[in-house]
């Protein structure tokens, strides 16, 4: 799909549909947030910077979001069972202005996102951990 981008009539602003799919990189950073209890700053998570600057991703899936005032982020009880194996989430999302406007009919576990299965026992121990909300 190539990026649908529109163009305001009025004041000219550019609005460009962005396609974002659940990869290894998101859910590394979605595991890390949780191993540390499920809510905390990213730059205190030793994050590289590839999994750093797309962690805001995950709530697009609604697996993990910041908190109000935008200094920590907490992992959603979706993110949690997305973890363990218990719930499936869109295997893509559309956004336009950093809004999603349309998911993937296609819902997939964490078993199913291309290279992740070597780490599901050890992303699955790790969400069985109490949490901020056990």
């Not at 163009?7 to 974002?20: A, E, I, L, M, Q």
């Not at 809510?39 to 910041?66: E, M, V």
């Not at 869109?90 to 349309?102: D, H, W």
């Not at 078993?111 to 109490?130: F, G, H, L, N, S």
Request: proline share 4%; with cysteine; charged share 20%.
């Amino acid at each position: 799909m190539s990026n649908n981008v529109t163009f305001c009539p009025t004041c000219g602003r550019k609005s460009v549909d962005y396609k974002h799919s659940i990869n290894k990189t998101l859910i590394s950073g979605l595991a890390r947030l949780n191993a540390v209890g499920g809510r905390a700053r990213l730059d205190s998570l030793g994050l590289d910077n590839t999994i750093f600057n797309n962690f805001q991703k995950l709530q697009y899936f609604r697996l993990a979001i910041p908190t109000h005032d935008n200094c920590e982020w907490q992992i959603t009880n979706e993110g949690i069972w997305f973890l363990q194996g218990r719930v499936q989430i869109p295997r893509y999302v559309i956004t336009r202005n950093a809004t999603v406007i349309r998911t993937s009919p296609e819902q997939i576990f964490i078993t199913q996102v291309k290279d992740c299965v070597k780490y599901k026992i050890e992303w699955q121990a790790q969400a069985k951990q109490p949490g901020l909300f056990d």
